[in-house]
């Protein structure tokens, strides 16, 4: 197995002003510097906090300080237009962030997020240079009537089509594209997958990626398990082969349960 560094993210989704965001920061700063813990100086765990847009400006130059980078939520595929409201990579880029959350299980469910359109905004995103966090996941009715493997195959294989189309021009280095699990009942409900059915699903995700891109792209590919993760769970989840971090909604609000989870991970 290859050696892949640990992702830690940070959803904070629609929370958080700016100010808000700039006490996470200080308390985040005190509880690094109480845990002894100096991100710079490691090279084991990625810290990433992905933060709503109008925090990310002054977010990216308060935690660049801590060695922890900044991910937006969602962008636009487009470069430049008429699309009122979005916001594209290289704006994302020009407030400093390198990771872009895409296809979150929110975004699908509210705000009629394709597969299709999630395969385009990965594609943009590599193209970019920034790092794509792709998320796939059953609901619970799809996971009662089987039909995980169904759901979780079409969602990648729309993004895997993509990549097999520009495999010419977009080779997928190691950390460069990272995919969360996140099963839709675990999300903010306090009902955390098991870690063995987490690593199943994210070992059958490792073996779409080899089937389609190859084994050496598939072993450099991230991926994370998300949903109810928290400080005391969050050691079973990375003890498992294939899981290689987590994506965080509520446990990433707080600076003491984030360290935490940083502190659990390495
Ligand atoms: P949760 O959210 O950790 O609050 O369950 C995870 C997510 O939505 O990414």
């Not at 990310?56 to 980078?69: N, R, S």
């Not at 965080?248 to 003491?256: E, K, M, N, Y």
Request: hydrophobic share 45%; proline share 2%; charged share 20%.
């Amino acid at each position: 197995m290859a050696e892949r560094k640990r992702l830690i993210a940070g959803n904070w989704k629609m929370y958080k002003t700016r100010e808000e965001a700039k006490a996470f920061v200080e308390g985040l700063t005190e509880q690094l510097a109480t845990a002894n813990i100096n991100l710079k100086e490691q090279n084991s765990v990625k810290a990433v906090i992905c933060a709503p847009f109008t925090a990310l400006a002054g977010l990216a130059d308060m935690l660049e300080v801590q060695h922890v980078a900044v991910g937006a939520q969602n962008m636009h595929e487009a470069e430049v237009g008429a699309y009122t409201g979005e916001v594209s990579a290289a704006m994302l880029q020009d407030v400093g962030c390198q990771y872009v959350i895409l296809g979150h299980s929110e975004r699908r469910a509210y705000f009629a997020e394709t597969d299709a359109g999630v395969a385009k905004k990965t594609i943009v995103a590599i193209h970019k240079g920034l790092i794509p966090i792709v998320c796939v996941g059953e609901t619970l009715t799809e996971r009662e009537a089987n039909q995980t493997q169904t759901v979780i195959s079409s969602q990648m294989e729309a993004v895997l089509d993509e990549l097999v189309k520009q495999s010419d021009q977009i080779a997928v280095k190691e950390g460069q594209f990272v995919i969360a699990y996140e099963p839709v009942w675990a999300i903010g409900t306090g009902k955390s997958s098991s870690a063995d059915d987490a690593q199943a699903v994210i070992g059958f995700i490792r073996s779409l990626i080899a089937k389609r891109l190859g084994e050496a792209t598939a072993q450099a590919v991230g991926i994370l398990y998300g949903g109810s993760v928290k400080p005391d769970n969050i050691k079973t989840y990375l003890s498992m082969q294939d899981i290689d971090g987590a994506l965080v909604g509520g446990a990433s609000l707080q600076p003491d349960s984030y360290t935490a989870l940083l502190v659990n991970s390495f």
